[in-house]
């Protein structure tokens, strides 16, 4: 069986506990305005042609992105860490893209993990069905959950798809009692209305959600890359916010029991 891949980010901090080696699946079906990394969108391997300056000619240069891995392989590859792994209690995460989207791929490279006693986190939007979830939670030891909006038309303007398999998904989770983290990228004039952080700590507290939660204040790095790889640039041409910018929305969460930090 194989997966495509777009990145392999090693040494990587902020994807889960310890060192980890974060794994990037191509395709996702959402179209956040503010997305980083829109070479992702696609699900397959995609080539575009860039101009590149050597001495005095300009010469077009062939990138690929996007790369096909067999299961075998892309253990190989996650196995080369281990030893980072068993020293600082870190393992493999697989993001995206939205990785539920290669859910056999996915499905597969989770089992051979745990088996190699890895420890695993999903990065995942939370947008995709309840049985993609059903088949990998087992394999799963925590999970990085976007919430972004609760509210279901602005949640279409800022992502391109309804929330409410999200919010179903995140439901059927929290019953499970799996580990996650709420991962909330807050963005100027969106979703950071002190009414708007009010109805996420009603939502999650009713849901008996009290654990974590992530801030990601919105920053405009990325941008040039919608040219680059020829996608529609919809980001909001708003200032980057900053981390004191947060704060209040930070304390608010703390106020309700939360244990909130701000970055990944
Ligand atoms: S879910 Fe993530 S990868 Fe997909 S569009 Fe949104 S920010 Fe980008």
């Known amino acids: 069986m194989n997966g495509i891949v777009f990145d392999i980010k090693r ?10 080696t974060t794994i ?6 959402l179209r956040c305005l503010w997305c980083h990394n829109p070479e992702s969108f696609s699900p397959l391997v995609e080539e575009f042609y860039q101009e590149k300056r050597l001495g005095d000619k300009v010469v077009q240069d062939k990138v690929q992105i996007g790369k096909k891995y067999s299961v075998t392989d892309l253990v190989k590859e996650i196995e080369k860490d281990q030893l980072f792994f068993d020293e600082s209690g870190g393992g493999v995460t697989f993001s995206g893209g939205e990785p539920l989207l290669q859910i056999d791929f ?30 990998i ?34 439901s059927y989770l929290i019953e499970q009692k799996k580990n996650l983290i709420i991962r909330f990228p807050m963005i100027t004039g969106f979703n950071d209305s002190k009414e708007h952080i009010m109805e996420m700590i009603k939502f999650l507290t009713d849901l008996t959600y009290q ?5 990601l204040p919105y920053h405009r ?15 909001p ?28």
């Open 24 to 29: 990037f699946l191509k395709g996702c079906p």
């Open 137 to 170: 939670t087992k394999n799963v030891d925590l999970f990085l959950y976007d919430l972004k909006q609760l509210n279901n038309k602005e949640h279409k303007q800022l992502t391109g798809v309804s929330n409410q398999q999200i919010l179903d998904n995140l």
């Open 211 to 215: 654990s974590e939660i992530h801030i």
């Open 11 to 20: 040494y990587a901090v902020h994807d889960g506990p310890g060192i980890r």
């Open 237 to 264: 041409d708003i200032p980057s916010m900053k981390e004191e910018d947060t704060l209040w929305a930070k304390e608010l969460f703390e106020e309700a029991g939360f244990r909130v930090s701000i970055g990944g």
């Open 106 to 135: 996915l499905e597969t490279m989770l089992r051979e993990c745990k088996a190699m006693d890895f420890h695993t986190v999903v990065d995942t939007s939370g947008f995709a069905p309840k049985e993609n979830f059903e088949r």
């Open 221 to 235: 790095i990325g941008k040039d890359k919608y040219s680059r790889f020829e996608k529609e640039n919809r980001m």
